[in-house]
């Protein structure tokens, strides 16, 4: 059974910082891209990071320069850093697990973590 399970959401004041992980169980990790997707309310789910299987990392431009992804396969895990918080950054954040096998997807999502920015 897979799961990817987020955690280290919370409220936080403007211009501060918050680190989530997520950890998966029931997958090869290190074969998988790992995305972290974040929805407000009212809005569409949008990918805000995104790292490889090789290591080679992505962001939303709103993002660029105070996110950080980065993964450690050796523990099956993938975090976000997130530095000068605004409070547009507020939104549900998720995990996101992503190969193709043979021409097949796979893909898994956590049940996400919520991220509260205070102006």
């Known amino acids: 059974q897979v799961q990817l399970m987020e955690s280290g959401g919370g409220l936080v004041q403007s211009g501060g910082s918050l680190s989530l992980s997520c950890a998966a169980s029931g997958i090869i990790f290190g074969r998988y891209a790992m995305n972290w997707y974040r929805q407000a309310p009212g809005k569409q789910r949008e990918v805000v990071a995104t790292?490889?299987?090789?290591?080679?990392?992505g962001y939303i431009d709103s993002v660029k320069g105070r996110f950080n992804i980065s993964r450690d396969n050796a523990k099956n895990t993938v975090y976000l850093q997130m530095n000068s918080l605004k409070p547009d950054d507020t939104a549900v954040y998720y995990c996101?697990?992503?190969?193709?096998?043979?021409?097949?997807?796979?893909?898994?999502w956590g049940q996400g973590t919520q991220v509260t920015v205070s102006s």
């Open positions: 790292i490889t299987s090789s290591g080679t990392t």
């Open positions: 996101n697990a992503v190969t193709v096998i043979l021409g097949r997807t796979y893909d898994y």
